[in-house]
């Protein structure tokens, strides 16, 4: 079975430092894997996407994971927080091996970003 | 195009009624999702659609829930007898293709509050 491992419900960090978002996977296929984003009162967002090519994904606002299997992880970076990244963030696996791409999401991380 | 749109966005309703939501998907896109989202998880699949073939429901998909996607454009999602446990965010995404490896574009939603 597939499934994601958030491993911080919550993170703090303060304007201009680095963020780090920590997510797990297991999967019985190659998966794929996406880090979605959600602000408060607005629809889920894709931030990047992982699917079998370059382990080292680069997304929108300045956002990057890395997929590492001898790990199962995919965590999330970036190096300088910004006040409008605090939202809710999802880690997302989809089942490879021709199975329906349905999505399988992680319980959430909530990012807070102090001034 | 607009994106995802559902109706309403927010449903509250009695215990034992039936209530009805609409999601239309952006244009052109073959496949659509429902998920459904309770408070402090990450969305959760329901059911998918390829054009207006219904092709996998979820086992939280009782038999109170019916979608459907007539002429493969827009979706229903249909609870009967409503019930507490129901309250929830219902969420609609729209993909083009049948790879795993497409976005899923996702609704505002449509928070439903049963009494």
């Known amino acids: 079975a597939q499934s994601v491992t958030q491993l911080d419900s919550h993170v703090s960090v303060s304007e201009g430092t680095p963020v780090l978002l920590r997510c797990n996977y297991s999967s019985s296929y190659s998966p794929s894997l996406f880090w979605y984003v959600q602000h408060p009162n607005k629809g889920l967002q894709l931030l990047l996407k992982?699917?079998?090519?370059?382990?080292l994904v680069k997304g929108i606002n300045g956002f990057e994971a890395e997929f590492k299997k001898s790990e199962t992880s995919f965590h999330l970076t970036k190096p300088s927080a910004h006040m409008s990244d605090a939202a809710e963030y999802f880690c997302v696996v989809t089942p490879g091996g021709g199975a329906t791409n349905k999505l399988i999401f992680g319980t959430g991380t909530l990012l807070a970003v102090q001034p | 195009d607009t994106g995802v749109s559902q109706d309403p966005r927010h449903k509250i309703t009695k215990r034992g009624q039936n209530v009805t939501f609409r999601c239309d998907p952006i244009?052109?896109?073959?496949?659509l999702y429902w998920y459904r989202q309770t408070l402090g998880q990450g969305p959760e699949f329901l059911t998918y659609?390829?054009?207006?073939?219904?092709?996998?429901k979820s086992r939280l998909l009782s038999d109170r829930f019916s979608a459907e996607r007539p002429k493969g454009s827009f979706s229903t999602l249909e609870i009967q007898r409503t019930e507490q446990g129901d309250s929830a965010m219902y969420l609609c995404?729209?993909?083009?293709?049948?790879?795993?490896?497409?976005?899923?574009?996702f609704g505002p939603g449509t928070r439903l509050t049963v009494l």
């Open positions: 244009s052109e896109h073959n496949r």
């Open positions: 992982y699917t079998s090519a370059a382990t």
């Open positions: 995404a729209s993909s083009q293709g049948t790879s795993g490896h497409n976005e899923q574009f």
């Open positions: 659609f390829q054009n207006e073939a219904q092709l996998e």
